[in-house]
């Protein structure tokens, strides 16, 4: 699987901007940020901040023990972070735990609104 722009084909690579560049050590963060702000807005659209709220504290816990255990033994590496870990992962991983349910749900959601 190609891990930066550059290593794809050239006609894929010339249509994806390479936001790694302009973020830096930032992109994962940034990225997380942005697709979770997509997330809120989905889930207030749908009026479900308070059902995603709940599916998130349940899934965390195990969200967390897994992302954990696969950073251990070395299953995946993040390259553009910042560096800060908490409770021994990346601060972009535990954002990660929560944008993605949050993000499901929403769509959800959205998709379901009004049955």
């Known amino acids: 699987m190609p891990s930066t722009i550059a290593s794809l084909p050239p006609d ?20 997380e940020i942005a697709f979770g702000g997509v997330a809120l807005a989905l889930l207030i ?3 479900a901040v308070e059902r995603a709220g709940k599916t998130i504290l349940v899934l965390y816990p195990v969200a967390y023990v897994w992302d954990w255990y696969t950073l251990a ?6 390259r553009l972070r910042t560096g800060v870990e908490l409770l021994g992962i990346p601060v972009e991983e535990h954002l990660f735990m ?11 959601e959205n998709l379901h609104r009004g049955e």
């Open 45 to 47: 659209r749908a009026d």
């Open 73 to 78: 033994i070395g299953v995946f590496a993040i």
């Open 12 to 31: 894929i690579a010339g249509l994806l901007p390479d936001v790694g560049a302009w973020f830096g050590p930032y992109t994962y963060l940034a990225s």
């Open 98 to 108: 929560i944008v993605v349910p949050a993000l499901v749900v929403g769509v959800h």
